[in-house]
T-cell receptor
């Protein structure tokens, strides 16, 4: 089945220690997104890639970076995690706004704990 | 600016009851898309439905139905004969035409008790 895969599902890191979260897709979608979702809140978009074009949200802290080396993979790097960065991180993909079927499909998420 | 309001924070029903989740949106754009997602306790957001602003036709899919009314800027979701497996947080979301960004409501936590 075509899908969005996130690894690891659970990640524990120490305060200030860089961490990388991974997302891959078999849907061959043009757009990949990273969302942050804190407990009992709605997902918040951090940034997205349309193909190789990176689009950052204005309020995303510089501490969060992303890489998309190819169509299938996208990474979220947190350079110096703080306690406030503990959250579920959701990766999503879509065909893009120009397509009629433009819904976003989400992966299972990575739950990040910062000690 | 666009906004999605889900006024019901939590709803609790008994199995087999019908339940309606409300969603009200705000936008000045004429082209936009509305979505419903389900987030079970496992955490994955599951896509349920997409509606574009030019299609006010209501939709039924099994026990699920959606009522889109532009006149009241609402896109409500009804579950008929609810089941325990329907227990989840449900998010309504809005995306403007030409934008990749999904704006989510705060979600409604539905608990279906046996």
């Amino acid at each position: 089945d075509a899908m969005v895969i996130q690894n690891p599902r659970y990640q524990v890191t120490q305060f200030g220690k860089p961490v990388t979260l991974s997302c891959s897709q078999t849907l061959n979608h043009n757009v990949m997104y990273w969302y942050q979702q804190k407990s009992s809140q709605a997902p918040k978009l951090l940034f997205h890639y349309y193909d190789k074009d990176f689009n950052n949200e204005a309020d995303t802290p510089d501490n969060f970076q992303s890489r998309r080396p190819n169509t299938s993979f996208c990474f979220l790097d947190i350079r110096s995690p703080g306690l406030g960065d503990a959250a579920m991180y959701l990766c999503a993909t879509s065909r893009g706004v120009a397509h009629s079927y433009n819904e976003q499909f989400f992966g299972p998420g990575t739950r990040l704990t910062v000690l | 600016a666009q906004k999605v309001t889900q006024a019901q924070t939590e709803i609790s029903v008994v199995e087999k009851e019908d339940v309606t989740l409300d969603c009200v949106y705000e936008t000045r754009d004429t082209t936009y898309y509305l979505f419903w997602y389900k987030q079970p306790p496992s955490g994955e957001l599951v896509f349920l439905i997409r509606r574009n602003s030019f299609d006010e036709q209501n939709e039924i899919s099994g026990r699920y139905s959606w009522n889109f009314q532009k006149s009241t800027s609402s896109f409500n979701f009804t579950i008929t004969a609810s089941q325990v497996v329907d227990s989840a947080v449900y998010f309504c979301a809005l995306r403007l035409g030409g934008s990749e960004k999904l704006v989510f409501g705060k979600g409604t936590k539905l608990t279906v008790n046996p």
